[in-house]
Every structure is written in structure tokens, then in C-alpha cells.
């Protein structure tokens, strides 16, 4: 039983910001949220930049006003209480973050992991996960295995050990290997685990995950009410996605790097009906494999591509896509489709998008290439004087490959547009016929002075911006 001053309120109110106290009374850990409460046990170091730390974008800009709110709220509670620790220590706590791997780290780790371990009550609140390491450990450090497990050594040792060799197989050894172990170790409790983040550096060994898929009555205990998973690497080593596991709950999935899994083209039924937003970055991954990816959601909303430079894929061929996405036509709000990384020539043939028309629900839709559209697909060198594109100069009718629920389009071109250019002042004057529209953005690395197609854009009531963009924006 939890003493009378930590137990917390509701479960629903585990993830609000809880409000500081009024001026007529001392703020007390009350009123903190169970999240801050184990970064302050735990890695009190890693609070202060937090936010900035993120690795995922999307997962920082929803926390961001809430860990502003967590920080003032710990600079108050040390201001006004210097037992802070002694109180916060017993109490159950919703997010576990990792970020270094000193042996002070490692310790704490473990003993939350005993905490877990040894009070399943606590266990079952532990909402979010997010590993993310500091550096790696050059050289191994020797592990005084009775130092770390302490009195329960001969539950841990022999996963411990599992683990530890797959590690050092796939080149991690030492602290980090530690304290990646010791989070496998988290995250494979039955808890009721919604939010998982990790990124390593060296790839995950594939029976490192093996160990996680820990079968109950069928059941894998990791992803039984996994609802966000977030996975950043940098070689393919994600054997996550296979056919025995199915996310039930899932509703957002981040893979940022190489991607490789078990041919999904056969599933009897979705593995991810509950998905709502699939992201991949940095992959190189197969179109097909993001087509059965595809196949196997409920109902998308937003599906972001950036496809990695690492291989060349000489032709891409978005039809097989769009015709699967055509299943969430009424409920896809996102697509971003980015393969500027990869290598395409320009005498190669691109499909353009015709039945993007029939997505009603469209919000915002970024493409690597205006080939996409319609327009041919232009050099991919400078073209001082406009010479070659106003050899092309006739209208390719982008208008009539969007959608009418449209609200901003960002696209990639790779030739300067001038004022005369005939496909973009036929759009600046079609665009009424696209009546959510509000804003068109040309990702364009050769901007030039169009300051008349600039003006019939925002005659009709759109923003044309023709500059060059690093990356392409959500609009979460």
C-alpha cells in the first residue's frame, strides 16, 4: 500500500499537467505529475532539456507545453522543499526516460526495474517508455553482476546474460549495453504500457526483441495496449513487424531508419486496425513493403514517406500505393510522399497522382517532385535563363489532381519558376476550384523573383511561397 501522501488521483488524470498550488498554500509533490516525479528520482539531470532531446518531432511538439509546465513546477517544489526525494521515492511513476549510461544510471535503472518487478500494482501504470542514449561506450566495462541484480541476481542474471551476448554481438557492449538491457527488462513486464520511444545507435540484435515477444495465452505482453512506438536506428535491424504480432491498440507508428520485416501480404486480417499515423523516415524501405504496411491499417489519417539515399531505386511507381490508399480515402488527412534522397532521372517516368481528386478528407499533402502533378519532370540542374522549361511552357492542369478539402501543398521542383510559367499561373487561377485552400509552398533549392504569381495566388486567397524548405512540416 502506497502511503496516504503519494497515492494519486484517477487513472485519466495520470498524463494531465497537474496545476500548481494557489498562492495561500506551499506547493507540495501532490502536485506534481507521476512522470515528472520518476525523472526526479531517476534522471533529474535530463529535465532541463527534455523537450529539446526528443528525437521524434511530432512526440515533442505535443509534450512541449507540457514539460514547460513540469520544469517551473520542479523549480517551485525545490524552492519549497528540500525532502523532495524522500517523498517522491515510493511513488509509482508513468514514464520512464534513459538517457545516459553511467554506472549511477545504471544502478537507478535497476532498482526501478526491482520496483516494477516486485510491486505489479505499480507495474500496471507505467504509461511511457523513451530510451535515448547520450553516447556509446567505446570499451566494455566489466560487470560486477552482484553489485547490480543485488539479492534478486538469480532472477535477472540469466536474461541479463541473454541479452548482454546478443549485445555484444551486434557491437554494444558496456554501460549502454546495461542500461538497454535493464529497459528490455521494463518493458517485457505485463504492464499496461501505451507509449514506447527508443533510439540506439548500432542496431538492435533481432533476439533482443525476441525476448520482448513473451507469449501469454497468445498474447504478446509488450503490444497487447501499445498505442504510440516510436523506433530510431541506423542499420536494418527492426524485426518488429511480423506476422505474429499484432497491434491491437496501436494508433501512431514512427520508424526512423532502415526498415525490414516478414512479408505481410497475406494477413487474414489488419495488424494495425487501430492505426491512425504512420511515419517512416530515413527508410529504405521497398514501395511494396509500404503498400502492405498500408494494407494492414484500419483507417489511416496520415502517412509521411521520406525514403533514405543509402540505395538507388530507378523508377518509383506510386499507383500501387494510392490505389491501397484509396481504402482511407475518407479518412486520410497527411501525405507526404519524400524521395529526395534517392536518385531519379529526370527522362524517367513518374505516374502522376489522378485519384488524389477523390480523397474527401485531405488536409495537407507534400510530394518530392510537381512530376507528381502533371508537369514534367525538369532538370536536375540549373537552368540559368528558364530556356528549357519554357520549351515545356503549356498547361499540365495541376488543379485538377487535388482535392477540393485541400488545404496546403508543399511540393519539391528542381527548375527555377518565373512568373511566365504557364502550369503555375494556370493553378494561381484554377485554385478557387480548391475552396479549403489556404497555402502553396515550393520547395524549390533555385528560387527566383515571381512576384505577379506570388499576387494571383493571393488574389484568390492563397499564400504562394516559392523558397527553398529543408524538410516538409506537419500541421500538427
Keep these: 500500500m ?37 525523472a526526479i528520482v531517476g534522471h533529474f539531470h535530463t529535465i532541463p532539456g527534455f523537450s529539446h532531446a526528443e528525437p521524434y518531432p511530432d512526440t515533442a511538439r505535443r509534450h512541449a507545453e507540457e514539460n514547460r509546465i513540469r520544469r517551473n513546477a520542479l523549480v517551485s517544489l525545490c524552492k519549497t522543499s528540500k525532502r523532495w526525494h524522500g517523498i517522491a521515492k515510493p511513488i509509482l511513476y508513468s514514464t520512464f ?25 505499480l507495474a500496471k501504470r507505467l504509461k511511457f517508455v523513451q530510451y535515448v542514449p547520450d553516447h556509446l561506450v567505446g570499451e566494455p566495462w566489466n560487470l560486477d553482476v552482484d553489485a547490480v541484480f ?36 521494463i518493458i517485457s513486464l505485463p504492464l499496461k504500457l501505451e507509449q514506447l520511444a527508443i533510439a540506439v545507435e548500432g542496431g538492435f540484435s533481432g533476439n533482443l526483441w525476441e525476448l520482448l515477444f513473451l507469449y501469454e495465452d497468445g498474447t504478446p505482453n509488450l503490444f497487447h495496449g501499445l498505442k504510440d512506438l516510436a523506433l530510431k536506428d541506423n542499420i536494418p535491424s527492426f524485426n518488429i513487424i511480423n506476422p505474429r504480432n499484432r497491434f ?60 533514405g539515399g543509402h540505395v538507388y531505386h530507378p523508377v518509383i511507381n506510386f499507383t500501387p500505393l494510392i490505389k491501397e490508399l484509396a481504402a482511407h480515402r475518407d479518412s486520410l488527412e497527411e501525405l507526404v510522399l519524400d524521395t529526395r534522397r534517392m536518385s531519379i532521372s529526370p527522362n524517367e517516368h513518374l505516374d502522376p497522382l489522378d485519384s488524389l481528386a477523390d480523397f474527401a478528407a485531405l488536409r495537407y499533402l507534400a510530394l518530392e517532385t510537381a ?29 485538377d489532381h487535388l482535392p477540393p478539402s485541400l488545404e496546403r501543398l508543399d511540393f519539391w521542383n528542381h527548375f527555377p519558376v518565373y512568373d511566365d510559367t504557364l502550369p503555375f499561373r494556370s493553378f494561381a487561377e484554377d485554385c478557387r476550384s480548391i475552396t479549403s485552400l489556404q497555402k502553396v509552398e515550393l520547395l524549390n533549392p533555385n528560387p527566383r523573383p ?27
Design 248 to 307: 491491437l491498440s496501436l494508433r501512431r507508428l514512427q520508424l526512423d531508419g532502415p526498415v525490414c520485416f516478414t512479408d505481410l501480404r497475406e494477413q487474414m486480417s489488419p495488424l494495425f486496425p487501430e492505426l491512425k499515423s504512420l511515419h517512416f523516415t530515413d527508410t529504405d524501405m521497398t514501395l511494396p513493403g509500404v503498400v502492405d504496411m498500408v494494407a494492414n491499417c484500419g483507417s489511416l489519417e496520415k502517412l509521411h514517406c521520406q525514403w
Design 450 to 476: 515571381c512576384r505577379l504569381l506570388v499576387d494571383a495566388f493571393a488574389a484568390r486567397g492563397v499564400t504562394f511561397v516559392p523558397n527553398f524548405k529543408s524538410e516538409h512540416q506537419t500541421t500538427e
Design 371 to 399: 512530376t507528381l502533378l502533371g508537369v514534367p519532370n525538369g532538370f536536375f540542374w540549373l537552368d540559368a535563363d528558364g530556356a528549357w522549361w519554357r520549351d515545356h511552357n503549356s498547361d499540365f492542369g495541376i488543379v
Design 2 to 38: 502506497l502511503p496516504s501522501h503519494s497515492r494519486r488521483t484517477s487513472p485519466e488524470k495520470i498524463h494531465t499537467s497537474a496545476p500548481m498550488a494557489s498562492s495561500s498554500r506551499r506547493a507540495t509533490i501532490g502536485d506534481l505529475p507521476d512522470e515528472l516525479l520518476l
Design 97 to 121: 526516460i534513459a538517457r545516459s549510461s553511467t554506472p549511477a544510471d545504471v544502478a537507478r535503472t535497476y532498482h526501478f526495474l526491482d520496483l516494477l518487478a516486485t510491486k505489479p500494482d
Design 150 to 185: 543485488g539479492r534478486n541476481k538469480d532472477r535477472y542474471r540469466p536474461v541479463f546474460e541473454a541479452i548482454l551476448g546478443q549485445a555484444q554481438d551486434s557491437e554494444l557492449a558496456g554501460l549502454e549495453t546495461l542500461t538497454l538491457t535493464a529497459l528490455l527488462l
